[in-house]
């Protein structure tokens, strides 16, 4: 048996789970909490819009199954959707900021006992820090910071050319630096 063969005859797990509800329910419990986790951890820790891209993230799945070609785990499938889910979320918040002509100006107060002891304390900092920023600059940091994606990839995922995705990575670096500080910011 050839290797081409041997694929062939591996069963493509995702038809096998829509295959009936007993399977789809034993996939699903199966993939559901890594893909929310690849989600909470690029939204802010932010669970209803977790929430909501995880379902939107299963509801595509689901319809366009004849696109999963069964050449790699399908929550590696799952979390390419996921990611498509988090860039159109994210383009949809810019697009929300701007229709309002400005951007949120917040100043992050920092306690001293938050830089004092790490862990949890500082943890809620650095959310808090990366959900003060525009949602533009949020998905730029979430894709190349935590996806290791590159600055042109991200940039085709938020719809911007590769000079404009690295203008906007540079100003979102500077401006969570400058949330963790707790200084205003003013993009």
Known sequence: MTIRASALAEPNEL??????DAAFEAWYRRTLPRVYSYVMSRCGSDRDVAEELTQLTFIAAVEQ???FDARSDSVTWLCGIARH????HYRA???AERRQMRMEVRQIELEREARTQPGLADQAVIEEAFRSLPA??????AFVAQDG???AEA???LGKSTGAAQSLLHR???SFRRAYRGELLHD
């Open 65 to 67: 199954r004849w696109r």
């Open 15 to 20: 038809q096998a789970a829509l295959a009936d």
């Open 85 to 88: 889910k988090l860039a159109d």
């Open 136 to 141: 533009a600059q949020r998905a730029m940091l």
């Open 172 to 174: 979102a670096r500077e």
């Open 149 to 151: 994606l590159s600055v």
């Open 155 to 157: 940039g085709r995922l």
């Open 93 to 95: 918040l810019e697009r």
